[in-house]
């Protein structure tokens, strides 16, 4: 599948669990938040698995073990092995390994998560720049992080160590809501030392080649809720995916993507996995999905909407107006009363 400019969402005569071989989850803000599973996450994942459709979870929380992660989504009703948990860790871990000699050690900045992966990859996480590190990791931590490790990090990287990171993702959703995430911690370190990290997770390759190497998939789609990382990351990889609603990505923001943001197909949640996607219809004059048609509207810089029926039909509708308006660059169209009428 080569790379292309997306003008609408695209339509799926049969269920995404029926046409694609591998789901690809994300978790935070697709299969739960805050600990808690997201509704109709359970269930969903349930029916798939049991029409014949492989789960992967895929994180760029680096902080929590595949053992660890699997327990919790199981514990959530969500029967899952460590296998089919691959992390920023453990994308991280092989960068490195590729990088460094066999039983090398490496200065981790982080949490059990990235102890694990390098370990698994022959090599020896340490908690001193002056332990001799060969390498510093850097991933999320967690709240309670010690700002003297970020010290700790910034003393390596001034002696010439080489840096890297699971992930740039600035914030992660939590129970109370959206808190720094590894991104931030790694501004902290870029700030104070004027380096710039490798990074492994999520939009970059390193991740997808991991996940594609663990899982075997042959035809994945890519579940998410973030457009910078999780949709990117289908398009750099140059498979297709499914955006749902449930986490931190909204209606305007899905609006104004850029073509390397646009999903393959938009859904409320993970409900969209059991179902056929409705196709998009139409061209610059007017785009149907449901019982809705959207346009870029006379008056320069409007969207418009008309119709009645599914909310996300005409969020689908207004997507390819926006998207074909916007073609290459990032949509400047305000489609905020077209949105107020969806309810979204």
Known sequence: MSQRVRTRPEGSGRALSEAYDTALLDLDGVVYAGGNAIAYAVESLATAREGGMRLAYVTNNALRTPDTVAEHLTELGIPTGSSDVITSAQAVARLIAEQVPAGARVLVIGGEGLRVALRERGLEPVESADDDPVAVVQGYGGPDLKWSRFAEACYAIARGVPWFASNTDLTIPSARGIAPGNGAA????????????????????????????RTGAERPLVVGDRLDTDIEGAFNGEVDSLLVLTGVTDGPQLLAAPPQHRPTYVDADLRGLLTGQPEVTGDEEGFRCGGWTAKAGAKQGRLELDGDGEALDGLRALCAAAWTSAGDGVCELDGGKALARLGL
């Open 186 to 213: 790694v501004e902290v370190v870029r700030i104070a030392t004027g380096a710039d990290p490798q990074v492994a997770g999520k939009p970059l390759p390193p991740m997808h080649r991991e996940t594609i190497l």
